[in-house]
């Protein structure tokens, strides 16, 4: 039931059959049944289904922790019995905001199960990191999905979706991220930079014009002009405290859209067996850090 177990979590992880089954290379259908065979074996329906889509019921919210739990001490009896004595450096390039996102996290599991493994931390922009990976100067990068398609050496590992939000100065009222977005100056994710271009996107598909004030790559960077009261952006939830003091988040409710941070890699890399268990730390930090953005992303509950 070990790998029903994986694939029920990675369909809670990218929300459909279709999508988890694209990610972990399944078909729909070989996803639907794997949670058949699941929900058998333990008696009980996992899912909501009506028509053709799923939703996870009471029961399937139940069972996630659990499964996670499960999952997690399964691999980490497979790391101690395998690669007790793994030993060696993994040069990995990786953007600001994953060095202090999920990555601190990810590298704490790593130096628990590999002490014997270190890591050559480089800084970068995400079409950087794909030059210096693809060049041979990098093992792999932590970094934003690109908008194209990368080189057939290289090798795409999906970790996490980061939900965007509207950012506003703490005294500044109001919930309708339209009209905030319209009444305020706008500081603008630089759209040379991928998630930039997730953003312009996100603009142009809701015909929305904005007073850009200034353009700026780094996230941290645009959320402390936020704080200093210069005007609205439109930002990803990287972690619990991306947000500081000063500065609120406003949910854009149905209109939410993402980025996607994962590892790329070459597709025959000389480091497989290190790389594999960074990948594996970084799939266990994600999972925290993926349900933490998305409930920061929500709109605010009415109270009761």
Same mark, same amino acid.
């Given at each position: ?17 279709? #999508?988890?089954?694209? @990610? ?24 909501? @289904? ?8 009471? #029961? ?52 628990? @199960? ?106 941290? #960077?645009?959320?402390?002009?936020? #704080? ?30 993402? @980025? ?45």
């Amino acid at each position: 039931m070990l790998r029903e177990l994986k694939t029920f979590l990675a369909v809670v992880r990218w929300g459909t059959f279709a #999508a988890a089954g694209a @990610r972990i290379g399944l078909t729909q259908s070989a996803v639907s049944a794997q949670m058949q065979r699941l929900e058998e074996a333990l008696g009980a329906p996992l899912f909501t @289904r009506t028509g053709r889509s799923a939703t996870l019921n009471e #029961a399937g919210e139940e069972a996630v922790e659990m499964a996670r739990q499960i999952v997690g001490l399964f691999d980490e009896l497979a790391v101690r019995v395998t690669s007790r004595d793994l030993r060696g450096t993994v040069r990995m390039g990786a953007i600001q905001t994953a060095q202090v996102g999920m990555l601190p996290a990810a590298l704490g599991i790593l130096r628990d @199960r590999h002490p014997l493994v270190s890591v050559r931390l480089v800084h970068g922009s995400s079409l950087f990191l794909i030059g210096q990976v693809d060049s041979g100067e990098l093992d792999a990068a932590l970094m934003i999905a690109p908008p194209f398609m990368l080189p057939r050496e290289l090798l795409w590992q999906p970790l996490v979706r980061e939900p965007f939000v509207l950012a506003v100065p703490g005294d500044v009222p109001g919930e309708d991220w339209r009209q905030l977005l319209a009444a305020h100056p706008f500081i603008r994710y630089d759209r040379a930079s991928f998630g930039g271009r997730g953003v312009e996107h996100f603009l142009r598909r809701h015909d929305l014009q904005v007073e850009a004030m200034l353009d700026i790559e780094d996230v941290d #960077a645009m959320v402390a002009m936020v #704080a200093a009261g210069l005007g609205v952006s439109l930002v990803p939830i990287t972690r619990r405290n991306c947000l500081p003091p000063g500065v609120r988040a406003v949910s854009l409710g149905k209109d939410i859209f993402h @980025r996607e941070l994962g590892m790329v890699m070459p597709r025959e890399p000389r480091r497989r067996e290190l790389l594999n268990v960074l990948r594996e730390c970084l799939e266990v930090a994600a999972q925290p850090h993926a349900a933490e953005s998305e409930a920061l992303a929500r709109p605010p509950q009415p109270a009761a």
